[in-house]
């Protein structure tokens, strides 16, 4: 069985985010495998582990930086990797079908994917992914089984879970309550130097979302303290300042 494991590279979750020209600046900034993805790439290669899987194939679309995310995932355990050689400009759709061309090649038994990015949190692309390949997708798992050619798969759901079960070939998406990743070994990130990374052209495809400018919220205005040591006098003073200033409405 081949696990196809999709990753992408996302800005450290710590980093400030900083705009300039109305777009969002890497100046500085450490960049990471996307969290989420990091779950579904020790997921595959839990799988291998329990000898349910031959091979673990990671593949990214972007700049020739995602190559470090492939080579995390290289020295987590996967056996090899692909990068899709893509405009970080392209939106869901164009990267959905650039790293769809590639799995039809690949012809994975079961892809699996983070449930969404930490930078754009639009979780489109498995979904997109499984509907140009025709692929049944399971979202937010938090467990898997494989057995006869099929997965089952429990996701979160309101109030409680859901239990899905469905034939492979399948696109599977994960929450990050599925697993806790582990932590390259030093062994582990000299043997990802070794291992194939294969480099691809992205298919062609037209965005179908244009961005025109990022801006950051406003700043949070300072708030108030009242210090008085009665509470009766402190009680006042906040009743004032919550009808007359913040004017908030009595009814």
Request: charged share 25%; hydrophobic share 45%; glycine share 6%.
């Amino acid at each position: 069985m081949k696990v196809l494991v999709c990753v992408k590279q996302t800005f450290d979750t710590e980093a400030k985010i900083e705009l300039k020209d109305g777009k969002i600046s890497d100046a500085g900034i450490n960049l990471i495998m996307n969290p989420y993805d990091e779950v579904a790439v020790e997921g595959g290669i839990q799988l291998k582990e329990k000898k349910l899987a031959d091979e673990v194939v990671v593949v990214s679309a972007g700049s020739d930086k995602a190559m470090d995310a492939i080579r995390t995932a290289l020295a987590m355990g996967a056996d090899r990797g692909i990068l899709v050689k893509q405009d970080t400009a392209a939106d869901e759709y164009a990267r959905a079908v650039a790293l769809a061309a590639v799995m039809k090649e690949e012809n994975p038994d079961i892809i699996l994917a983070g449930h969404v990015a930490a930078d754009d949190g639009s979780s489109q692309v498995p979904t997109r992914i499984a509907e140009i390949l025709g692929l049944p997708h399971v979202n937010v798992i938090t467990n898997l089984e494989l057995a006869d050619g099929k997965a089952v798969c429990t996701s979160e759901a309101d109030g409680g879970t859901l239990v899905t079960e469905v034939s492979l070939p399948a696109v599977i998406s994960c929450q990050v309550s599925w697993n806790e990743p582990r932590y390259p070994s030093m062994k582990g990130i000299m043997q990802a130097k070794k291992k194939p990374v294969a480099t691809v052209d992205a298919a062609a495809a037209d965005n179908k979302v244009a961005i025109l400018e990022y801006s950051l919220p406003p700043a949070k205005s300072a708030g108030i303290k009242i210090e008085d040591a009665e509470p009766a006098e402190a009680a006042a003073k906040l009743a004032d300042w919550m009808k007359n200033t913040v004017k908030v409405e009595v009814k």
